[in-house]
């Protein structure tokens, strides 16, 4: 059933590429992540494919550029797989001083307290490390859209862990609100937008096309993603937080809801395409890096999916 939605999906209409050293830069996010003490060993990272969907993001980037790419998606994988398959994800009480501390990294812009660490452990470190990293590019407004999204997503982490605790199915609307901050897409395409020196101008993001734009490309990622990863989900124990699940609460039938997500998919990707015109023919080529980097994270996500052991 799930296979049908997924061969439902429309193909994005953009090249796919790959980073010639994305290889190179798998093993070194591995060691970064190991060294930090996010992980003990490499082996559920190296399933993940951080690397691989970094690769993906920016094939044209710089090799330092996807190097932070690539650690930062490590790191929302390590945060998701402790909230999602280790527990700390059911109990808002206890993922609270976790997300409390990394909020505290985040308001510091990389300069950890000794308490923040404590309670985050190798989590603080490492998005610290993260910040200093983006801070060191000398681009304060690319930093500062940074730790805005990383902080919604830490909070929308808190949203899921209630949803949790309660047994609560959010209604489609809502959850199609909150799963563009979960999906950590707004911080991932930041440094997308920073590997590519495409950050888009203050007067160009003030654009109101611009952050409808923004919309649709973090509803396609996530969309795309749920689609991919239901299967393992429901296999493993259903979870409210899959575009399917939350659209099957509503139409009472799984097949439906698949079919009805995969024509969001499909809507949004149309939506998409009309929103990117009408921006080129109000910005000119101005924009043209930051649609490449849109564009870019769609097409990853449904390669990347495709391949994916994380969803088998």
């Known amino acids: 059933m799930r296979s049908f939605a997924v061969s439902a999906l429309r193909e994005p209409p953009f090249s796919g590429a790959r980073h010639h050293d994305t290889e190179q830069v798998a093993r070194e996010s591995t060691d970064w992540a190991q060294h930090l003490g996010l992980i003990s060993?490499?082996?559920?990272?190296?399933?993940?494919?951080?690397?691989?969907?970094?690769?993906?993001?920016?094939?044209?980037?710089?090799?330092?550029?996807?190097?932070?790419?690539?650690?930062?998606?490590?790191?929302?994988?390590?945060?998701?797989?402790?909230?999602?398959?280790?527990?700390?994800?059911?109990?808002?009480?206890?993922?609270?001083?976790?997300?409390?501390?990394?909020?505290?990294?985040?308001d510091r812009q990389g300069t950890p307290t000794e308490s923040a660490v404590g309670t985050a452990g190798p989590l603080g470190l490492a998005l610290a490390d993260l910040c200093g990293r983006v801070?060191?590019?000398?681009?304060?407004?690319?930093?500062?859209?940074?730790?805005?999204?990383?902080?919604?997503?830490?909070?929308?982490?808190?949203?899921?862990?209630a949803n949790r605790e309660h047994g609560r199915v959010p209604p489609v609307d809502?959850?199609?609100?909150?799963?563009?901050?979960?999906?950590?897409?707004?911080?991932?395409?930041?440094?997308?937008?920073?590997?590519?020196?495409?950050?888009?101008?203050?007067?160009q993001r003030a654009d109101p096309g611009w952050a409808e734009l923004d919309l649709l490309a973090a509803d396609l990622v996530c969309w795309c993603n749920d689609v991919f990863s239901y299967g393992k989900e429901h296999r493993d124990g259903p979870d409210a937080h899959n575009l399917v699940t939350v659209l099957a609460g509503e139409t009472g039938d799984e097949s439906t809801a698949l079919r009805a997500a995969a024509e969001r998919f499909n809507d949004g990707l149309s939506a998409y395409l009309t929103a990117e015109h009408?921006?080129?023919?109000?910005?000119?080529?101005?924009?043209?890096?930051?649609?490449?980097?849109?564009?870019?994270?769609?097409?990853?996500?449904?390669?990347?999916s495709r391949a994916a052991e994380r969803y088998a």
């Open 135 to 161: 801070r060191a590019r000398q681009r304060p407004a690319v930093l500062l859209h940074f730790t805005s999204a990383m902080r919604g997503y830490l909070l929308a982490l808190l949203w899921e862990a």
């Open 278 to 304: 009408e921006l080129l023919a109000s910005h000119g080529d101005a924009v043209r890096p930051a649609l490449a980097a849109r564009r870019n994270w769609i097409r990853a996500t449904y390669d990347w």
């Open 174 to 203: 809502e959850y199609v609100q909150m799963r563009r901050h979960t999906g950590g897409v707004y911080p991932s395409i930041t440094l997308t937008d920073l590997a590519l020196d495409g950050f888009p101008p203050a007067d």
């Open 41 to 106: 060993n490499g082996q559920r990272l190296r399933r993940a494919d951080a690397a691989g969907l970094a690769g993906r993001a920016c094939p044209e980037a710089s090799l330092d550029g996807l190097r932070l790419l690539a650690d930062l998606i490590s790191w929302l994988f390590v945060m998701d797989d402790a909230c999602d398959e280790d527990g700390l994800g059911s109990d808002p009480t206890r993922l609270a001083p976790t997300v409390a501390a990394l909020l505290d990294v985040l």
